[in-house]
């Protein structure tokens, strides 16, 4: 191989890289975005409101208002989806919308008895519940959005993303 075909080559390569990685940060482009799309986008955004408080060993009132609200816009959203998107000859996904639903109700009610003892612990296992369903489906579906929506997943990210463990031994010099 000569030199230029190596250099041409080099740049092909990195034209590629940027160009996937531009379509990364856009996931969807031009392309003008279904309505299930949009819908999906608002039920993220509840979900991720509960998602991101869900780490928490106590919840103040704001953050049970949170909960209480973001599971009613899911539950809201559940029933649209379920009413005006149906796929008839999809069981699967029949069944895990409305799942979806019963989870989203799920976890209102668990709002609804917030000062009872184990309501924190009830509250978070709904949303694992929760994220589970949208899992399930995504991956029935074939959808892959998870690695940028969850990075904490390990069982989710791209090839060469895992993390790296720590070194145990610590003879290392600091600065190798
Ligand atoms: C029963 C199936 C199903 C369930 C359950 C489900 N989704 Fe989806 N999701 C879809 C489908 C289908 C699409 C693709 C919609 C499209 O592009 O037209 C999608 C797309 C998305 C998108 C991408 C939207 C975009 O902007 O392109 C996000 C974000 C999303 N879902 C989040 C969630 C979250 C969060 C949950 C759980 C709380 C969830 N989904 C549960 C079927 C499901």
Redo the contacts with the bound molecule.
């Keep these: 191989m000569t030199r230029n075909s190596i250099f041409a080559g080099l740049v092909a390569v990195i034209c590629l890289v940027a160009a996937h990685s531009f379509a990364e940060e856009k996931?969807?482009g031009e392309k003008e975005?279904?309505e299930?799309?949009?819908i999906?986008?608002e039920?993220?955004k509840s979900?991720k409101a509960v998602e991101q408080i869900s780490g928490y060993y106590k919840y103040s009132d704001n953050d049970w208002s949170v909960i209480a609200e973001a599971s009613a816009n899911?539950v809201q959203l559940a029933k649209v989806?379920i009413s005006k998107f149906p796929r008839p000859d999809d069981k699967k996904?029949q069944d895990?919308?409305k799942?979806?639903l019963t989870e989203a109700e799920k976890m209102l009610e668990v709002t609804s008895h917030k000062n009872e003892r184990g309501a924190l612990e009830d509250a978070q296992w709904q949303v694992r519940r929760?994220?589970q369903?949208?899992a399930v489906?995504?991956k029935?579906?074939g959808?892959h959005?998870y690695p940028q929506?969850y990075p904490g997943k390990k069982d989710e990210l791209q090839p060469g993303q895992e993390e790296i463990p720590a070194p145990k031994e610590t003879g290392a010099p600091k600065d190798w």
């Design positions: 996931p969807k975005k279904s299930l799309a949009k999906m986008g039920i993220d979900y899911i989806v996904y895990l919308n799942l979806m929760l994220r369903t949208c489906c995504h029935h579906l959808i959005l929506l």
